[in-house]
């Protein structure tokens, strides 16, 4: 039984291969997360549990795709960068989108329990994607130094906010005294009202995760002298530090080499 | 603190929305499904319990997206027909592809435990998926016989060659001896070598599953004279049935209705 | 030499196929005509000539590529309808785009002397273009409904505008007087102040322009009886007709045939 | 009279937005021009006039957009730079596509008399065109490196294929001839039988054309010491040069410079 009859329905399929020489951004974002964490009592403004399992599912994401080269996680949110050379699927934009995000929401479900043991997941996490091309290496350093930015400004601004809330304040009057405050007044607020040193906040709060491989000595073995043996190895890796500056990408020139 | 230095990254996102007026078809696709499904012992060449945990996920896809009129599947394979009206979130592909995959991926590996009590879950499930618009009702129509005839074509090839594998033919052999025959050559086979009629094997494994919203009569109550009061009622049903010919859709037609 | 080392290049050219069993329309439009029409002296509001040499070059368009069905003009802009079966060229967008609007263009400035033989060509005219997609010829009757709809608002408002001026009005007073009228408004303003009977107009300026091939009867030659001997042959004729309502489609039932 | 009924139909428009940060190149190229340049009795190999049109629609075309960088032509080709930060049209394909492509089909037609003042235009002269972005200014040399050689292979083909045919064979018999020779055999065919230097052919020919803004200096009047007065101005150059090696982008660093 031939199935020719039918087969020229294939030719609707659309090719979708993203440009060459271009770093591929995945980012995906918790669909409907504000209820997700009203449902699950995440701690407000930041649940130190919730943000561990995403990074976990991130570090699962580096050593399950090769083509990976860094990622970097706020709140519900993670960006994927792959390499600009990376021939994945031939680069079809469908199949990353979709791998990545399945993969993730498939780690998700399965770690849920590793930091939460004691909450049963009462509605399915899920998560949208989408996919951008960035011709230049320089153009994908702003595209982090973005959404740093963006985790900033928004942990500040939540800091403020979930302090008040539970000072008393209503969410509405939160929001209102907070309206058109600039960064040094909320700091000003966080430290006079609440006696919150916002730079000795944990640096998670502060810079989101970074997640790439690095090379780490580690000790393989004590010698007959009683020294210990210890050798560089690549290992993943998860950091809360600054990836605006020139800093961390002098450090790791590898990450971002363009071809 | 402004982010508007490096906001100018944004523009770097591509719009995606599909074509008004055409039928959107979300296909996914188990990804490494044979080590996966090896990796997990399924059944050969059907599973019955893997079938209806796809089936239950793809029940969940119809109650939770309002804009699927119908789903098929097959394997580890389903296909999701979105109204051709269907204006979620104004009808962008990444939206669609990543929500979809994503939903079904969680819910996939929460139902896990339901259909497999006594198997834990040894690799993460993943799916791709991919998106075609399709511009009339019978284009999708023929997308669909594409698809039950696939399933069909597969299931008969599959079912003979787990039964020569069974019956102790390496899987080479079991290929070499079902190269070029032809449908009627298999289902002779399957009877004379195997005592199976190919007909009397499980609908769900010749047909695949057919996943919509129909209106069933139930028994609400008994009244006083002890007969049962009855109300229509739309609920989602799953069935395993002939799409290729007319009957199905002349008894449905509002699945497949044009605006 | 071989050329290899350079061949990657090619890579970077995206496939722009269009989708099957759509209507394929290409609009051109004349760049910077508003100028262009002044520099050559255009009458206002219509210029025979110039929408006679728009004609002449969309019937030589409609001669040239045979997967044409049907072109619909007003003003210095054009729409071709391509057959939902083409395959010009394997549907690529770019080719159609591009081969269509430089065909135009040529035939354009070709023609020019046969329609303004006393007017030198003082700029080089060009046109934009564009391609739509549209699933159903239904869909299809709705554009051209549009574009004709358009063309009767836009001559109506031309019409009292350029009588305005020419009885000495500035462009700013015939503006402000027209500003807020209604249809019926407009032909009582063209009736009682310039004796100008809308209807009565040229139905080339009130209806657009319509190029498609015909069945008409012809005498091919007188037999010896002295009676006309006639022959229906196919051949393209330029027509100013409604194609809004079902009459003319009803008349020609081929041309938006669907498959 | 409202047009909304109708206006629906837009929304099958496609926005087409070139990527930001991405050099954009558009390549025309005659169709069927193998025919026209038969019927209009080129000279073979190189038709010296009719590599002189070209180039004179490609400096029109500089001169037109302002934000074409380089024009890059052989035979009946031609390839645009646009610059990477061109806002032109808020860079929709469509747009450079078709008004490029219109402008210089318009500019061929106009200035046809100016070089060939003895001959008719027999047919309307038409090009294709498509547009491919290059994210880098090193790929964009590729680019242009990768026609330049096909320049050289070809022009090197055709001087051996035309002077075979001319000294009497079919061109069948040139074509098995030339089939598996090398660069060199061919030089030496040219040189052995025809007395021709290949390196001393006109550097169109072997070169191609390139169109860009240099600084010339001019002598604008000789003063009252009878010196001559001179000024660097900016004006539009055709050149035919090597723009392989690096000498000519060391020598012209601006044309493209990345931002």
């Known amino acids: 039984m031939a199935n020719s009859k039918y087969e020229y329905v294939k030719k609707f399929e659309v090719e979708d291969k993203l440009p060459p020489c ?4 995945l980012r995906i974002d ?3 997360f504000h209820r997700f964490s009203a449902v699950h009592d995440f701690e407000k403004p930041n649940d130190v549990n919730a943000l561990m399992l995403m990074n976990s599912c991130a570090v699962a994401m580096l050593e399950h795709f090769p083509d990976i080269a860094f990622d970097y996680g706020v709140s519900d949110e993670y960006s994927f960068i792959w390499k600009e050379t990376s021939q994945f699927y031939q680069r079809r934009a469908s199949k990353i989108l979709s791998l ?9 479900v399965i770690k849920w329990r590793d930091f939460f ?4 997941l009462k509605e399915p996490p899920y998560f949208d994607a989408r996919i951008v091309c960035y011709p230049r290496a320089k ?10 930015v963006d ?3 928004n942990n500040q601004y939540n800091t403020c906010f979930w302090k008040l809330v539970q000072s008393g304040k209503s969410e509405k009057e939160a929001q209102e005294l907070l309206k058109g405050t600039l960064a040094k007044d909320k700091n000003e607020m966080l430290f006079t009202q609440f006696g919150i040193n916002y730079d000795k906040l944990p640096a998670m709060f502060k810079k989101g995760s970074c ?3 690095d090379h780490v ?8 002298a009683g020294n210990p043996v210890k050798r560089r190895r690549q290992m993943v890796v998860v950091d809360h530090i600054d990836i605006i500056g020139n800093k961390f990408w002098k450090d790791h020139p590898n990450i971002l080499k363009e071809d």
Chains 1, 2, 3, 4 share one sequence.
Do not use: A
Request: aromatic share 16%; charged share 25%; hydrophobic share 35%.
């Open 30 to 32: 918790g669909c409907h």
């Open 139 to 148: 153009i994908v350093r702003d595209y982090l130094s973005w959404r740093q």
């Open 117 to 120: 043991p004691h909450k049963e």
């Open 22 to 25: 271009n770093w591929v951004i």
């Open 211 to 213: 997640v790439y491989k």
């Open 151 to 153: 985790c900033h400004i």
């Open 100 to 108: 990545g995000v399945s993969f993730f929401t498939s780690m998700y």
């Open 217 to 224: 000595e580690e000790t393989v073995k004590i010698d007959e």
